[in-house]
């Protein structure tokens, strides 16, 4: 949702984190073995996805995956990353090594949340300033 917020209302918000997003559904369903069938069905996915309107994106983001992850693969964070590059959007990229989709390990947990902190203040703190 994150992605999917920045993606579409970027001129709304000033920063995000997503973890773990599906950023194209048509990639996705394709990758997990579920093509979808037909020109429109395929069109309405793509244009559900956050990677439809990756032209109207501006606000900088923390991508974070996790890199044994079997729900959402990590082509997805690539695919988006790709498109970000491409239009010049801000962002930085965490893997998490040696972890699956819902974070085992306490100590990931912990380093997403201090991630995010640690990006938000960072990115917030010039939204904050009193204008000039």
């Known amino acids: 949702m994150t992605a999917l917020g920045l993606a579409r209302a970027s001129d709304l918000l000033a920063a995000g984190v997503d973890y773990a997003g599906l950023y194209n559904?048509?990639?996705?369903l394709?990758?997990?073995?579920?093509p979808i069938d037909g020109g429109d069905a395929s069109r309405?996915?793509?244009?559900?996805?956050?990677?439809?309107?990756?032209?109207q994106w501006h606000s900088p983001v923390l991508l974070v995956q996790a890199d044994d992850d079997r729900d959402v693969p990590s082509q997805q964070a690539a695919e988006l990353i790709d498109g970000l590059r491409s239009h010049?959007?801000?962002?930085?990229?965490?893997?998490?090594?040696?972890?699956?989709?819902?974070?085992?390990?306490?100590?990931?947990?912990?380093?997403?949340?201090?991630?995010a902190y640690v990006y938000f203040d960072r990115h917030l703190d010039k939204w904050s300033a009193p204008a000039p």
């Open 25 to 28: 559904w048509s990639t996705f």
């Open 30 to 34: 394709s990758s997990v073995g579920e």
């Open 44 to 55: 309405r996915a793509v244009e559900s996805s956050p990677i439809a309107t990756i032209d």
């Open 88 to 115: 010049n959007v801000d962002h930085d990229v965490i893997m998490i090594p040696n972890e699956i989709h819902d974070l085992a390990r306490y100590s990931s947990w912990m380093m997403l949340f201090n991630a």
